[in-house]
């Protein structure tokens, strides 16, 4: 009913810079309130990257503050990670996630949480 497209994965190297996008589609009526980006490295478990409110109040694991920033836009239901000075570590899988509500056309609400498919962030010289 709603599907994330997330885009802007890679290959770079440390200290680079990425920016990751992901876009909400496919209910007129959709609207995100909570957005956010998980990863998961090879062997590793899924884990929190950043998440923000629909209010804009970003939150980060402690791994990622001050390198990573986190934004979106609401009327695009569009969801960013801005990625600096990138490390080995940070090589993973990112998956687009999102917590929102949709009306059905008898106007019945629908609270869901979806994911994208995921792109692959390779840190590497």
């Known amino acids: 009913q709603v599907q994330l497209r997330e885009s802007g994965g890679g290959l770079v190297q440390p200290g680079g810079s990425l920016k990751l996008s992901c876009t909400a589609s496919?209910?007129?009526?959709?609207?995100?309130?909570?957005m956010g980006w998980y990863r998961q490295a090879v062997g590793k478990e899924r884990e929190l990257v950043a998440d923000?409110?629909?209010?804009?109040?970003?939150n980060y694991t402690a791994s990622v503050k001050g390198r990573f920033t986190i934004s979106r836009d609401n009327a695009e239901n569009t969801v960013y990670l801005h990625m600096n000075s990138l490390k080995p570590e940070d090589t993973a899988v990112y998956y687009c996630?999102?917590?929102?509500?949709?009306?059905?056309?008898?106007?019945?609400?629908?609270?869901?949480?979806?994911w994208g498919q995921g792109t692959q962030v390779t840190v590497s010289s």
């Open positions: 923000i409110s629909s209010g804009g109040t970003p």
């Open positions: 496919g209910r007129s009526t959709y609207r995100a309130n909570s």
């Open positions: 996630t999102a917590e929102g509500r949709y009306y059905t056309d008898e106007d019945v609400p629908v609270v869901l949480r979806s």
